[in-house]
């Protein structure tokens, strides 16, 4: 059993931390709504139950993000925005992001939910726009004798489809898409960065292109140029806890069944989840992402 001086250097202790500000550390990390099987990208449901455990830590002073992405859905980009500003906003705490080895294009969507962005001077910022790519196969399976059979109701239900040769109108129909979209993103972009943002060349800015940390700091893309722990120390008292906030590691069963009734393990199967084939929506999943990665060189 303790003694009384055991159990008041515990008391002691447990104020004496109490007294130190906190702050809930969320890894945001990853292509956006990129994944395959086991391997999911990062995505609103994927981070919701983190980033709600995070804002609701009791005495929590402040919100911390760490941001490690090159993009990808502009959908769940908006969501996972969304929820950490209605978050701040319900909980009345200052959101601070920094910027790993990229925040760019979605990824920046999410680090612009932040009251205050942080990046390394090596970081990769920006890429503020809207990109879609696919293939034309027409010209392939013509070659090879392959005849496309498709059968639709609407005029409009098969347009983008890549064993078609392309028509003009479902492009103009996409870009009309994008260009909505677009909008938005510099809508957003200018309403959190507000005066800080450098729009004397507003079309380089948003042009889609990046910059590294200490550029978009001059262009008003980020707030500085800091690491977390140490930007934290600053703002808050050398004695601020940082406490990572985890999402819960789904159970094998939820694992399975994530996978659906005909998916392979991530990229090869084995053992009694697979046969050791290549799963190609599982391989097409890693190069897409591995794509967004590599255009901004990383």
């Given amino acids: 059993m303790p003694s009384l001086k055991d159990r008041l250097r515990f008391l002691f202790s447990r104020r004496y931390r109490a007294e130190h500000p906190l702050v809930p550390v969320v890894r ?6 990129v994944g395959m099987g086991l391997r999911q990208g990062l995505s609103f449901q994927g981070v919701a139950g983190a980033l709600e455990r995070a804002f609701s830590m009791p005495g929590a002073k402040a919100v911390a993000l760490l941001v490690n992405s090159p993009g990808g859905s502009p959908t769940q980009s908006h969501l996972i925005h969304r929820r950490i500003r209605l978050l701040a906003k319900e909980k009345e705490l200052p959101v601070y992001a920094f910027c790993e080895d990229a925040a760019a294009s979605g990824g920046y969507m999410i680090a612009c939910a932040a009251d205050e ?9 920006g890429s503020i726009g809207v990109v879609s790519g696919g293939f034309g196969f027409h010209e392939l399976i013509e070659r090879w004798g392959v005849e496309r059979r498709l059968y639709t109701t609407g005029e409009n239900k098969a347009i983008l489809d890549p064993f078609r040769p392309e028509d003009p109108k479902d ?6 898409i994008q260009e909505r979209i677009f909008t938005g993103f510099k809508d957003m972009v200018r309403a959190r960065r507000g005066e800080k943002l450098d729009l004397t060349n507003e079309a380089e800015l948003f042009s889609g292109a990046f910059w590294a940390g200490e550029d978009a700091k001059a262009l008003g893309l980020v707030d500085g140029i800091g690491e977390i722990r140490e930007t934290l120390r600053e703002k808050l008292g050398e004695k601020v806890r940082l406490r990572l906030v985890q999402p819960p590691r789904p159970g094998l069963i939820q694992q399975l069944l994530r996978r659906g009734p005909q998916q392979e393990a991530p990229l090869f199967g084995s053992g009694a989840f697979g046969s050791g084939l290549i799963d190609p929506r599982a391989a097409l999943a890693t190069l897409e992402e591995r794509a967004l990665w590599a255009r901004l060189g990383l």
């Fill in 171 to 176: 492009v103009a129909r996409l870009r009309t």
């Fill in 117 to 125: 962005i942080w990046a390394d001077p090596n970081s990769i910022v």
């Fill in 28 to 33: 945001l990390s990853g292509a956006i709504g």
